[in-house]
């Protein structure tokens, strides 16, 4: 088993920044790949960003790309989401998701997950 916590939620303005961080703990692996989505009110989850510990790229949704970055603190097992230029539309609960070494998008192929964290962009 795999133990996601995640932190840094908040409100902030639109136009500014916030960065999420996601402990995993347990039976970690280096093949693990880490993920986060994110479910607006009434809406799906959806896919925001991936990294793995040791391996490819990083991938973004689009709607993201260029202003999130996912990053890696591998001694320390933490995944964060920098989140710069947040938008009313990026309001959102965040969460951080892990599986075994698929790099994927779809939220049913990730085994494990955090609580989430509140993220509430406001004009």
């Known amino acids: 088993q795999v133990q996601l916590v995640e932190s840094g939620g908040g409100l902030v303005q639109a136009g500014g920044s916030l960065r999420l961080s996601c402990v995993a703990s347990?039976?970690?692996?280096?093949?693990?790949?880490m993920a986060w989505f994110r479910q607006a009110p009434g809406k799906e989850r959806e896919f925001v960003a991936r990294?793995?510990?040791?391996?490819?790229?990083?991938e973004y949704a689009d709607s993201v790309k260029g202003r999130f970055t996912i990053s890696k603190d591998n001694a320390n097992n933490i995944i964060n989401l920098r989140m710069n230029m947040l938008k009313l539309e990026d309001t959102a609960v965040y969460y951080c998701?892990?599986?075994?070494?698929?790099?994927?998008?779809?939220?049913?192929?990730?085994?494990?997950w955090g609580q989430g964290t509140q993220v509430t962009v406001s004009s």
């Open positions: 998701a892990a599986n075994g070494g698929i790099f994927a998008t779809k939220e049913e192929l990730y085994d494990y």
């Open positions: 347990g039976r970690t692996s280096s093949r693990n790949v």
């Open positions: 990294i793995m510990w040791i391996g490819l790229s990083p």
